[in-house]
């Protein structure tokens, strides 16, 4: 199913943010991320949600119930082709030097610690794919933990 | 000042004159102010559901006077607020405005499952428009009045306001000052487009001259809005026949030449008819929903829609309009029965064709409602409803209860009076119309209420004969016992061979119910007794009771069934298989 990042403005009041999760669940969605951070604008929020959807007419349902909170000051839905999309991502590896810097020409990461010459904390962002990609080049068996923000995006 | 003072000074300023309430722990402090201040009537219901609905009868009520009220039921927390809820997700449902006040566990204790404390807002959350809980003294005034913009500005909605009982009781700062002429809710994504954009205008008025087979659409917008004489002149303008939704019953006198009655599951054929065949469906303040449409992939197949609706959210939810105008159903009707442009048209063939449809089930409707009673001499619902219809002229308010006398009383009462048709739509609730028909008579005190109920339903809000004897109100109560939760016996009837798994219903002596609470009682077993029992409860001053003892197997019909669509229409009474009684 086609994936899809709603931006929402909305202001930044107690229960908000359960009332656009429950309007998502009354609509029978689960969110695949839902990030929120504070916009420029003192005490209006900016909500990036991802959730899957091939229907026009069922994206366009979410995002006119979500107007309609009184909270809600602006929604709409952001393509892929006109915005990005973006995630980060924090890795506990256990890999030796060798093997992590055999990704550097691919990859662009950062080195938060060593906790041992073994044990590393990475860090990473990029497209969900992109993300994605090195978590498998890495191998599963190297990662310990992982972090991921979920997706926030931006028009371009 | 106080949170409480503070509280009922801003009900004050909006015009709040009574409150329907039970107290409890945590709101006693504001009913101490009340009764110190003396300003509110307070009415008392015997269960916080009562007060709800009390309270919403009241907004329907006045919504068409020169006196618009805001319902405002009041609770304790805990029990009292649950008790509201049922009360409240039917205003939702039904775009009733009203406003909810509910204590709660005072600050320090809240989250700790303190006695009597429930999660209001979580509760309440998804099934009211907004919810409020203030948690700080100087917050409560600009609460209560944003919480009345925003349960009275676009589609209406009950609003919940949730305060713990310290809160009520904090002294105010010496400097506060709360300007209530000034405010100004900032709400910056709160907005509502009330006048209707010109282009779409232009482009419906196009498909209103070319359609050759049309209908009007009125739904709770237009009773809303105060929009039934507007649609009307626009109709006869026209000459399109009009089709009602459940809560658009009355916006218009029911018997006018152009009107097809109620649309959907238990519609009549003219307008299900008509729907099914029409090129255009010019729709004002409705929202499509399944008991209106059935089956939404038969449903008005080559018909263009026109959706006139003051809800962006309900535009294209169900049914995907031609020409979308999201705006107040009456400044809409306002510039199109004015527009130069709009054109009558005599369409014939297409009235001829309504005709014919009129005809399909009238004979038989007539000769029942002649008839008066069932195979085994029980009295028939449509002929009550057809009596008091004759004896009241259908100029009396009507509140009914939901299920089998509902639709009767919806199809063969002849509305005449406009907004004078009130009933559980959305939500369907059993229960509601004992309380909603008392706010209904608060708010319209010259007019004649009739609560139309079941003997189910009865049942399930009855304990408000308290709160009639306490107030003295007039009401006249019908109960149309079939012995059966009748509705859903018919549904047992046609669609599960006539098994009645929990349908039969035993009900106490109502007479000595009625006595209890001091209000006259009559009994009616009699088809010849019918109009002199109304007659009596019409001539009566005060709260009286009529029993009528119905036929369990009368059925209401038409019924489209729940899914299906025009072609599945049920227009005559399956030969009764076996019932057991
Ligand atoms: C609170 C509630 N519970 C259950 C229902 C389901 N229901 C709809 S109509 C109906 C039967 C109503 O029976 P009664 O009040 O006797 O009216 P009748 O249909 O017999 O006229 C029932 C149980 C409901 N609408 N509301
Ligand atoms: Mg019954």
Known sequence: MKRRAILAFMLDRPGVLQKVSMLIRKKMYNVDTLTVCNSRKEGISRMTITLREDDEEKVQQILSQLEKFTEVVSVKELDTDHSYWREAAIIKVEADDEHLESFRKDYTFEILDHKSDEIHIIQIAGSTRRIDAFVKALGEEHIIEIARTGVTALEK | MTGKELLLRALADRGVQTIFGYTGGAIMPVFDQMDKLGHFRFIMSRHEQGAAFMAQGLSRASLSTANPQVGVCMATSGPGAMNLVTGIADAYMDSVPMVAITGQVATGVIATDAFQESDVVGVMMPISKQTYMPLFVDEIEQTVHEAFYVATTGRGGPVVLDIPKDVQNVQVDKDYHFDTAAFRPALPGFYYHPTPAREPLQKAVELINRSERPVIFCGHG????????????????????????????????????????????????????????????????????????????????????????????????????????????????????????????????????????????????????????????????????????????????????????????????????????????????????????????????????????????????????????????????????????????????????????????????????????????????????????????????????????????????????????????????????????
Not at chain 2, 371 to 397: E, P
Not at chain 2, 541 to 569: H, K, R, W
């Open chain 2, 222 to 581: 237009v009773i809303n809005s105060n929009a039934g004489q507007l649609l009307q002149q626009f109709a006869e303008k026209v000459n399109i026949p009009v089709a009602f939704t459940l809560h658009g019953l009355s916006a218009l006198p029911l018997d006018h030449p152009l009107s097809l009655g109620m649309m959907g599951m238990h519609g009549t054929v003219e307008a299900n008819r008509a729907i099914m065949e029409a090129d255009l469906l010019i729709s004002f303040g409705m929202r499509f929903d399944d008991r209106v449409t059935g089956k939404l992939s038969e449903y008005a197949q080559n018909a263009d829609v026109i959706h006139v609706e003051i809800d962006p959210s309900e535009i294209g939810k169900n049914v995907q309009p031609t020409v979308a105008i999201n705006a107040d159903v009456y400044r809409t009707l306002h510039v199109l029965v004015s527009d130069p442009m709009l054109a009558g048209k005599p369409r014939r063939r297409w009235r001829q064709r309504i005709a014919e449809a009129r005809e399909v089930m009238a004979a038989d409707l007539r000769r029942e409602i002649d008839k008066g009673v069932g195979d085994d001499g029980a009295l028939l619902m449509k002929t009550i409803i057809d009596r008091l219809s004759k004896l009241t002229g259908g100029r009396d308010l009507i509140v009914s209860d939901v299920g089998q006398h509902q639709m009767m009383a919806a199809r063969f009462y002849n509305y005449q009076t406009p907004n004078s048709w009130f009933a559980s739509g959305g939500a369907g609730t059993m229960g509601c119309s004992l309380p909603m028909a008392i706010g209904v008579k608060l708010a319209r005190p010259d007019e004649r209420v009739w609560s139309i109920n079941g003997d189910g339903g009865f049942q399930m809000n009855m304990q408000e004969l308290g709160t009639i004897m306490e107030q003295g109100t007039d009401l006249k109560i019908m109960i149309l016992n079939n012995g059966y939760l009748g509705m859903v016996r018919q549904w047992q009837t046609l669609f599960f061979d006539g098994r009645y798994a929990g349908t039969p219903m035993q009900s106490p002596d109502f007479g000595q119910v009625a006595s209890a609470y001091s209000i006259p009682y009559r009994k009616v077993t009699e088809l010849a007794e019918v109009e002199p029992a109304i007659q009596e409860a019409i001539d009566h001053q005060g709260a009286i009771m009529l029993e009528f003892v119905c036929d369990p197997s009368e059925v209401i019909l038409p019924m489209i069934p729940a899914g299906g669509g025009f072609n599945d229409m049920i227009i005559k009474r399956p030969k009764a298989k076996k019932e057991k009684s």
